[in-house]
């Protein structure tokens, strides 16, 4: 039995997905279980991170769990996880982490994932951490502006990242668990190419066949679209500033071959991602 937290989310619900389409014994865990759509065949089980009580009854018989703390400076989320567990008998860990972490240059955000890697790989059990780049579907945020004909918020400039398809991490996630070769491991996980948000917002133009402009925003006005838009706190969107002073001045212009290694393919572009879900733009 694989246990997937998060499951209902963006990675955690691909993950699902992905473990579902191999035959695997999937547990979603989730804190609205009424809620949860999920392919035929998968438990779905409540669990919340603030009630450490309901993450025991849910590694019940798990042999693999696939751990997704929420962002932010708060890692108790992650150690919690990792000490259910370990008491659970839980003997494979993969966790989500993020690209950067651990590097100072980063600022705040930088450390969010720190304490929760430390606990994966101090847990005794055969562990992966798997840190992937900026995700393509986090431009869905551009549907009411793109939809209202209004420019796309740019809150990196013309920096680089290597953008990749949550598909991709959720495969990477999916085969790590099952599989076998992959403890003690952590992959940094990217699409094929490092794009800006001029690129990105020019390439899904292409696929919708109409313009779609930028409008650079400044660390202030970053911030409050962190709390307007995307929901953070202001603990998270001071790290949010940061990460993003970081992507503007290139530091996060990277590349990897992880994903095609792992998978045996290529890594999904951005374009790929925009054809698969341009009808959330129409």
């Known amino acids: 039995m694989i246990l997937v937290t998060g499951a209902t989310g963006t990675i955690g619900s691909e993950v699902v997905r992905q473990l ?3 035959g695997a014994k999937v547990r979603a865990l989730t804190r609205e279980p009424a809620k949860a759509r999920v392919p035929e065949g998968v438990e779905v089980v409540r669990g919340d991170y603030l009630d450490p009580g309901s993450l025991e009854g849910a590694m019940s018989g798990v042999t693999a769990a696939f751990l997704l703390g929420a962002p932010g400076p708060d890692s108790r989320h992650d150690q919690d996880l990792v000490a259910a567990a370990r008491a659970a008998g839980v003997h494979r860990l993969v966790k989500l982490s993020a690209i950067g972490t651990g590097d100072p240059d980063v600022g705040p955000s930088g450390d969010w994932h720190v304490p929760g890697e430390q606990a994966v790989r101090d847990s005794g059990t055969e562990w992966t951490i798997l840190r992937p780049s900026s995700f393509a579907s986090n431009t869905l945020s551009w549907v009411p502006a793109v939809k209202e004909g209004k420019p796309v918020p740019n809150m990196t ?4 990242s290597g953008v990749i398809d949550p598909q991709d991490v959720g495969e990477v996630a999916a ?6 070769g992959h403890a003690g491991r952590t992959y940094t996980l990217t699409g094929p190419e490092a794009i800006s948000v001029p690129g990105q917002a020019a390439t899904l133009a292409s696929v919708l066949g109409r313009p779609i402009a930028t409008q650079d925003l400044s660390p202030d006005e970053t911030r409050d679209h962190l ?11 001071a790290g949010g500033v940061a990460g993003t002073a970081f992507v503007r001045a290139g530091g996060n212009a990277v590349v990897t071959e992880d994903v095609p290694e792992l998978l045996g393919k290529p890594a999904r572009t951005y374009r790929e991602w925009a054809q698969d879900h341009r009808q959330a733009f129409a």
């Open 20 to 22: 579902a389409a191999r």
């Open 227 to 237: 709390l307007t838009v995307w929901g953070f706190d202001e603990a998270q969107a």
């Open 175 to 180: 085969r790590v668990l099952v599989d076998g």
């Open 157 to 160: 400039g013309d920096g680089l």
